[in-house]
């Protein structure tokens, strides 16, 4: 994935967190980077990652990826098997 770019922002019923911007540059297959430490503060949130980026042939993608409040904890990781770590799983 090239020119990866990554907007994270959080909310709920009255609260909202502020719109992050992470270029995260060039991400190569079988990898991960860290985006950002997340303060329990704001693990009672809905937390949404915005995720776009250019394919191997030049061609932008985008992708939503949301977590409901508390989703994003410990007891709910799990080892990605394709880069062997912990992590939640988002769809």
Partial sequence: M????VVSRG???????????????DITAFSSAKIELLSDEVLGFTNEYLLTFFNDKGLL????FVF??????DDA???????????????
């Fill in 2 to 5: 090239d020119t990866v770019l």
């Fill in 11 to 25: 909310n709920d019923s009255d609260r909202k967190t502020s719109t992050l911007r992470h270029g995260l540059g």
């Fill in 61 to 64: 993608h985008d992708k939503a």
């Fill in 68 to 73: 409901s409040a508390f989703v994003i904890s």
């Fill in 77 to 91: 990781a799990v080892t990605i098997p394709i880069i062997d770590q912990p992590g939640i799983y988002a769809v």
